[in-house]
């Protein structure tokens, strides 16, 4: 049987184990690195802060209270990775810049938009920057409500309304009512 | 009827929202990160050793110095209390004395005897040597915490 997240961060933390720490690595790459893709829009600049995630998790993994997900954790620590590298670099490409865009996309483009159908792969137009990256957290990621709100650096109700009003929007643009 | 749609359009935003984050293969990636902790956890071993050993080499000589003038302090004060006999003193006075008068003779000796002694002038005099020592205790005791 498999060992659980929290024996081996126990192991990484009491024992220094750094086999153990390759585990959980393993185990949760896959999540940080689309997360960081999601939010920076170059895998190769995502996989370094992805990099660099793991190598604060590490460092600081004694301070891990199993409060929500050890995953949680990890996605919090490559959204402050993500925050931390574009103060540094004062880029304005990536996530920033493409919210940005979004948000100026005027009526006529959504309603051409909603002329074309139900476009999965611009599907995530209709939500605001905060909604889509809440609606990932929740719907994509499958993070609890709570940890979603930790990730995302935004209060518990906040998140719940970016989940009402995101369901809301896809349903009604998209009408996905399990149908 | 309505658990099943609303079951049946959580799945649905499952499939919707989880295509934005689709598997990312390791292709390495695991490793690379191994590499680069195990890399760090030599660096901090050996900046830490390295700075061990060079604050001991700062500290032993005045740590020593230190060391050498307490116990001169300390040979001294003992010598002192040995030509004075107090306690010899003290001894044949509390077979001749109440309890009270006893113990209020040994309190003012005590304090001619700490006067004698006068740790704030000898301070005064060796601040430095004390702060530096201090420090390089300190030092050590951090470098311990550290590694922790």
Redesign the interface.
């Known amino acids: 049987m498999a060992a659980t997240d929290e024996s081996l961060i126990s192991r990484a933390i009491v024992d220094?184990d750094?086999q153990a720490?390759?585990e959980l690595?393993?185990r949760h790459?896959?999540?940080v690195?689309?997360?960081l893709?999601?939010l920076a829009g170059d895998p190769a600049l995502a996989?370094d802060l992805?990099?660099e995630t793991?190598?604060r998790a590490?460092?600081k993994i004694a301070t891990y209270k199993a409060k929500g997900s050890f995953e949680a954790w990890l996605l919090t620590i490559a959204r402050n990775e993500f925050l931390q590298n574009k103060r540094k670099s004062g880029r304005e490409t990536g996530h920033l810049e493409r919210l940005q865009a979004e948000t100026t996309t005027d009526n006529s483009e959504s309603q051409e938009y909603h002329g074309e159908g139900a476009d999965?792969d611009r599907?995530?137009e209709i939500l605001g920057p905060d909604e889509r990256d809440i609606?990932?957290l929740?719907?994509?990621?499958?993070l609890s409500h709570n940890e979603a709100s930790h990730v995302s650096g935004l209060p518990l109700g906040t998140v719940k309304s970016h989940v009402r009003r995101g369901?809301l929007k896809?349903?009604e643009k998209f009408g996905?009512?399990?149908? | 009827m309505s658990n099943e749609i609303e079951g049946q359009e959580e799945f649905a935003m499952q499939a919707m929202f989880g295509r934005e984050i689709p598997p990312v293969a390791d292709d390495g990636f695991s490793k690379t990160v191994l590499v680069r902790v195990r890399r760090k956890i030599w660096k901090r071993r050996v900046t830490l050793l390295s700075a061990t050993v060079l604050g001991l080499v700062i500290a032993l000589p005045t740590v020593g110095q230190l060391l050498l003038m307490l116990s001169n302090e300390l040979v001294a004060l003992a010598a002192r209390a040995e030509t004075s006999d107090t306690l010899g003193q003290l001894g044949s006075l509390a077979s001749l004395l109440p309890l009270r008068e006893t113990a209020q003779i040994a309190s003012d000796e005590l304090k001619n005897f700490s006067a004698q002694i006068s740790p704030v002038s000898w301070y005064q005099q060796n601040r430095l040597l004390v702060g530096a020592g201090l420090l390089s205790l300190a030092s050590l005791f951090m470098t311990h915490i550290l590694d922790r």
């Not at chain 1, 929740?138 to 499958?142: A, F, N, Q």
């Not at chain 1, 996905?176 to 149908?179: A, D, E, I, K, P």
């Open positions: 220094h750094t720490f390759d690595v393993q790459q896959s999540r690195r689309g997360w893709r999601h996989d992805a990099q793991f190598l590490w460092k999965a599907f995530l609606m990932i929740v719907y994509g990621i499958g369901v896809v349903r996905v009512t399990g149908r």
